[in-house]
């Protein structure tokens, strides 16, 4: 369905859409932001967070429940129904962060007290500070906000405003945790009443996009022998795993970079990078270790498969050992997810298209390429055409010390939250004061 000449707002629809962005308080977002970030949601373990917004949301007036999916991990649905006739649009975001911050992951990830590697919040002028502060909890105060704003302003809809929010968002495999992670709570949450006719998610970046990535996580092991620091280097029976697993990672980063390069296409270029490298033991460093693994995220562009991607991965080790037949190797794919797209001539896409650039008042032309990944792919995959707005990102000069190599993902600057709001709510009322018919539905 070709959209592109559908209409602008009628002048009902501009005083609704007046009348509804009059009601979005940034105090309130900023409240809200900052009581969500202050309980801690690491992956798997999202339940008092999930719990709260059902609660928030049910206050708001909407008709909210929380899912459980274990003990420690669950979902949010709401719901306000219109008149009928319309479209189900959803707000969507997950609710769980990135990371747990305690002592063990303190090392790995360098944290030192910075205001974004905490797992509570903090409040500075117009800033919110504190573990996902910006992605995703951000998403969840600013979806909430519109969602409040709309119900205040007495907006009648023919659709159905629902908000979703779920565990298991970040690109994660908790296996302590029933394997959390990996877009398994939003696969729950829509196999359980989440039934939209279009969706909308919230993600850092100030475009609109139609897609996004998958990811491939790969891990190649690199084999020696058990060494002992008191043997000369050239002892015939001792074969490090370590040093060469240095050429490995230089051939590997040359690839990554090719790869990205030759799958780009549509708005997503699928980078890839070097997670890690895991041999020895430390506690025990005069035994160089039989094996050194190398792990890696691929991303995957929406029209590529993962099995694709393997096959790309296995050409390049095969190549890898032709140039370099005294390493001995082997490799896996232990986890992958497809991307997903939305046809960019669908009528949300369009919709958002239209909200971006009554704010932005510019054409919208051609965004960044994307290697990000959300639970957008699997929403799309499950046949609901999303579309992902987003704001400028990070925002420079926070009053308190950041970490991240990220920019800051627990770091928000809550009027840059503001305009995405008001493109969004262009959305809501374009969408839902409207019959199927008129959706192309």
């Known amino acids: 369905m070709n959209t ?3 209409p602008s707002f009628s002048a009902q629809q501009q005083a609704w859409y007046e009348q509804a962005c009059a009601r979005i308080d940034p105090k309130r977002l900023q409240k809200l932001l900052f009581e ?3 309980i801690h949601s690491p992956t798997g373990a999202a339940r008092a967070a999930s719990e709260f917004m059902a609660r928030h949301l049910a206050e708001v007036g909407m008709d909210a429940r929380y899912q459980p999916m274990t003990d420690t991990s669950g979902n949010v649905l709401a719901e306000v129904r ?7 649009l959803m707000l969507y975001s997950p609710i769980d962060t990135h990371l747990e911050l305690d002592e063990a992951e303190s090392q790995w990830t360098g944290a030192k007290g910075e205001a974004d590697m905490q797992p509570r919040a903090q409040m500075l002028d117009d800033w919110v500070f504190g573990l996902g502060a910006s992605n995703p909890k951000a998403m969840v105060a600013t979806l909430t906000e519109i969602a409040t704003a709309l119900i205040e302003a007495g907006v009648p809809l023919t659709g159905d405003l629902m908000v979703g929010m779920a565990d298991g968002g970040m690109p994660v495999d ?12 939003v696969l729950h949450l829509l196999n359980r009443g989440a039934a939209a006719d279009f969706a909308v998610i919230m993600k850092p970046w100030n475009w609109v996009y139609n897609e996004e990535p998958g990811m491939g996580w790969f891990k190649l092991r690199v084999h020696g022998t058990l060494g002992y620091a008191g043997v000369p280097h050239d002892l015939p029976a001792f074969r490090s795993s370590v040093v060469p697993a240095a050429t490995v990672i230089q051939e590997l980063q040359a690839w990554l970079l090719d790869y990205a390069d030759r799958n780009t296409s549509g708005v997503i270029k699928p980078h890839g990078w070097i997670a890690g490298v895991r041999s020895g033991d430390p506690q025990r460093p005069a035994f160089p270790s039989a094996i050194t693994e190398i792990f890696l995220d691929v991303r995957i562009n929406p029209r590529t498969t993962p099995a694709d991607v393997k096959a790309q991965f296995a050409a390049f080790v095969d190549t890898l050992r032709e140039r370099h037949p005294d390493i001995v190797l082997d490799w896996e794919m232990f986890g992958s997810v497809p991307g997903g797209t939305t046809d960019p001539d669908n009528w949300i896409v369009a919709s958002a298209k239209r909200g971006w650039e009554h ?15 959300t639970d957008g792919a699997a929403l799309r995959r499950y046949g609901v055409p999303t579309v992902r707005l987003g704001w400028p990102w990070p925002a420079p000069n926070p009053p308190l010390p950041v970490a ?9 600057y809550v009027p840059d939250l503001i305009p995405c709001a008001h493109k969004i709510m262009y959305v809501l009322i374009d969408t ?5 018919h008129e959706l192309g539905l």
């Open 4 to 6: 592109s000449s559908r």
């Open 432 to 436: 839902l004061t409207r019959k199927r």
């Open 359 to 373: 704010i932005e008042q510019r054409p919208h032309g051609v965004p960044d390429l994307l290697g990000g990944q």
């Open 36 to 38: 969500i970030v202050d």
């Open 404 to 412: 991240e190599g990220l920019g800051g993902m627990g770091a928000t």
């Open 82 to 88: 219109g008149s009928g006739g319309g479209a189900t």
């Open 174 to 185: 908790i296996a302590s945790r029933q394997h959390s992670g990996m877009s398994n709570g």
